[in-house]
């Protein structure tokens, strides 16, 4: 079951996705050079506080509660020390470009919770052989809407077309570790739909996947328990694909990607 990894620091939320199997919690306190990063792109910039780390972590009964801190800074021992006392259970590190700035993160965590690595920078993607042995290391996330800027692609998805995540996928589970990367939209929305989507980290064996704001919507039809439940149905009905039909969808959501980012340089 892959992990649905929910941004939140509603506690009401948090109670819901609790009581729902295979959920993750994910506080983010990431804001040091995000929202000059993003400026004029339509994404989710946190207004996450430290308190809500024990707020969100107070509610879970079962649900694991990761926390994004900040990239490498000055202060990153104070807010680690501060994050990790309110419960955290594992910690993200953002932005990092090169194998001595997530291993110094590495040092400063001295095993009090496993990391995870944000890779979503064109250093990190290049040097990740250098780093993925890194002591504490559980699990690579691919964030894939800083990565494909970083890598100068049109459409979020493009470096999964190109079968960059293909040769990530296979690095780090041969380490031993989790995989997952990007965001998935509900089902049958989004440019690229949630099942094409779904039917990717199947095929890459990721184990976590960020649910867009989509499952969210105030006028939608369906609760966020059926639209989670919707998901999990059509993971247990791509799992069970062939290989020859696992190999079709690649091919068909590889055009669906080419068609959208050619689409999107037609319009620049």
Request: proline share 4%; with cysteine; charged share 25%.
């Amino acid at each position: 079951m892959i992990d649905l990894l929910q941004i939140t620091n509603d506690p009401a939320l948090a109670r819901r996705c609790d009581a729902l199997p295979g959920m993750r919690l994910f506080v983010d306190l990431e804001v040091n050079g995000k929202a000059e990063r993003q400026a004029g792109r339509n994404t989710f910039i946190s207004t996450h506080r430290l308190e809500d780390v024990g707020r969100i972590k107070s509610q879970l009964k079962r649900s694991l509660l990761m926390v994004r801190v900040n990239p490498l800074h000055a202060g990153t021992p104070d807010e680690l020390d501060a994050v990790l006392a309110q419960g955290a259970d594992w910690v993200m590190l953002p932005m990092f470009q090169t194998p001595d700035e997530l291993q110094t993160f590495s040092r400063i965590v001295a095993g009090r919770a496993p990391i995870v690595a944000l890779l979503e920078t064109a250093g990190a993607l290049q040097s990740l052989d250098d780093w993925v042995g890194t002591p504490g290391l559980c699990e690579v996330f691919v964030g894939l809407n800083d990565l494909h800027l970083s890598l100068g692609c049109r459409f979020m998805f493009e470096p999964l077309a190109q079968g960059i995540l293909d040769q990530i996928a296979a690095k780090v589970r041969a380490r031993g570790l989790r995989f997952g990367f990007g965001g998935i939209a509900r089902l049958d929305e989004g440019l690229l739909p949630g099942r094409d989507v779904l039917a990717e980290h199947l095929r890459l064996g990721s184990g976590a996947v960020i649910l867009s704001r989509t499952f969210h919507r105030l006028n939608a039809d369906t609760t966020f328990s059926d639209d989670v439940n919707a998901l999990r149905e059509a993971e247990r009905s791509l799992a069970a694909r062939t290989p020859d039909q696992e190999e079709r969808d690649r091919v068909s959501t590889i055009a669906t990607i080419e068609r959208i980012a050619a689409s999107s340089r037609a319009f620049t």
